[in-house]
């Protein structure tokens, strides 16, 4: 099966399906009491198939079932410990809810990257029109657009010197024939042979606390509600500490995200030592049972030392109240700021173990290779992506729906005619059944 089928078959909505299926119920008897009750559940909750009368709540996802492994970057999935509690009557298949999770990231990255998927596109098809044969010439045209589109220069020549010589190895010779290589090069860029993994350090049964840093503005604290909102609705505990005790009006930010999702937050009044601030927090959030503590902090430019001291000093008393905590510290990135985000990441690094990235404002962008520049350039894996200002857009990080999202029209119209049409296949490998 060709890449553009696999993304295609994995992310794509099909919406007309979901229609076909929607007219199809309307036609049918109204519903019992039960029935309706049961209809108006969330739409990953499908009546069991016959075949699945049997099976209970152990069937829930659990660690060795195979469809664990394929959503790892996102520990705060039913896959993880905090296990989705199916009622033994709303069962759905592993297979049905990792179909239905995926189409959902792909709508989520298509919607959030529409900027730059355009410009993706659109320049993309222009290379191919004006350079028809695949020769040197092309080579540097795309270097170049590459480059404009924030991917940063060493990435863009490692991605075209493999290019190069994948289209020597293939023998490709019409630039039209390389669209799919292109793309499928882009995530193998991104996934390289390295240890760094996607996946949030958080484990069942601690305190798992979370530090966020960054510049001013990035969205630190919009980043922490959203994630703070994501754990919520998984059934975790959350808490927040109100780290910012510098900026006028930051604490209350925080408390108005707190009682907007329900979760406490932990504050001192504004001016006060922060580190004492988290010290307040770790205690409040141990007696409380909390899973997850997420720590605020103050904006910092990179190169004011005092700041850049001050975060040292925060994560050590979170290091000395819980030991191998921070367990993630999360640096945030606007993705707007392009070349600036990679220099901001460097100065961070060099001051603190930073776990991972929070790359937001992807959605405001239309210069969306950034990601690729950061994971590259910088050996950090970006575990979050900011792709709207609402609480449920932001989204774990994943080299496919990324890619997805930056392609998605090109990769629908450019199925290759052998594969358009075989019917979809869900991950499991089993046909797709349309009447489903
Ligand atoms: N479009 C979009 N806007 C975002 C995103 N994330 C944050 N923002 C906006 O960015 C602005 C700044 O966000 P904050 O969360 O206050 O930033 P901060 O880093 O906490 O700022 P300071 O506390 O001043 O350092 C707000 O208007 C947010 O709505 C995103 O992913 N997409
Ligand atoms: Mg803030």
Not at 101 to 130: P, T, V, W, Y
Request: glycine share 6%; proline share 4%; net charge negative.
């Amino acid at each position: 099966m060709s890449f553009f089928k696999r993304l295609r078959d994995k992310f794509s909505q099909e919406p007309k399906e979901r229609d076909d299926f929607q007219e199809d119920l309307e036609e049918l008897e109204p519903l019992d009491d039960e029935e309706q009750r049961r209809e108006e559940e969330p739409p990953s909750r499908h009546e069991p198939t016959p075949e699945r009368d049997e099976p209970q709540a152990h069937e829930a996802p659990s660690h060795d079932m195979p469809a664990q492994k394929e959503v790892k970057h996102d520990p705060i999935s039913p896959s993880s410990e905090w296990e989705m509690d199916f009622d033994d009557d709303d069962l759905i298949s592993i297979e049905e809810f990792e179909e239905i999770e995926s189409q959902k990231l792909g709508a989520k990255f298509r919607d959030g990257l529409e900027k730059s998927r355009h410009n993706f596109q659109e320049q993309l098809n222009n290379l191919i029109a004006r350079y028809r044969k695949v020769d040197e010439e092309f080579f540097e045209a795309l270097e170049e657009m590459l480059i404009q589109a924030d991917v940063g220069f060493t990435t863009v020549m490692d991605l075209v010197d493999e290019l190069r010589m994948e289209a020597k190895r293939r023998n490709i010779q019409e630039t039209e024939d390389l669209r799919e290589v292109i793309v499928e090069k882009i995530v193998e860029i991104y996934r390289q042979d390295d240890d760094q993994s996607e996946a949030m350090n958080l484990e069942y049964g601690r305190l798992n606390i979370i530090l966020m840093v960054g510049v001013n503005g990035v969205g630190k604290t919009t980043s922490i509600a959203k994630l703070a909102h994501r754990y919520e609705s998984e059934d975790k505990k959350v808490m927040l500490a109100a780290g910012d005790t510098f900026r006028a009006g930051a604490i209350e930010q925080l408390q108005v995200w707190g009682d907007r999702i329900g979760v406490e937050v932990v504050s001192q009044k504004e001016g006060s030592d922060p580190a004492a601030v988290m010290y307040d927090a770790i205690n409040a959030a141990k007696n409380k049972g909390a899973d997850v503590l997420i720590c605020d902090t103050a904006g910092r430019l990179q190169n004011k030392q005092n700041l850049m001291n001050e975060l040292e000093k925060v994560k050590r008393v979170i290091g000395r109240a819980v030991p191998d905590a921070p367990h993630e510290v999360l640096l945030c990135l606007d993705a707007t700021t392009g070349q600036n985000a990679i220099s901001q990441a460097k100065a961070f690094k060099d001051v603190t173990d930073v776990t991972g990235i929070v790359l937001t404002k992807l959605d405001g962008t239309a210069k969306g290779g950034i990601v690729l520049a950061i994971r590259n350039e910088m050996q950090i894996p970006v575990k979050y992506v900011g792709l709207g200002e609402k609480l449920d857009d932001l989204t774990p990080f994943d080299p496919e729906s990324y890619v997805y999202g930056l392609f998605a029209d090109m990769i629908e119209q450019n199925v290759p005619e052998e594969d358009k049409d075989q019917p979809k296949e869900v991950e499991s490998g089993e046909q797709y059944d349309e009447t489903r």
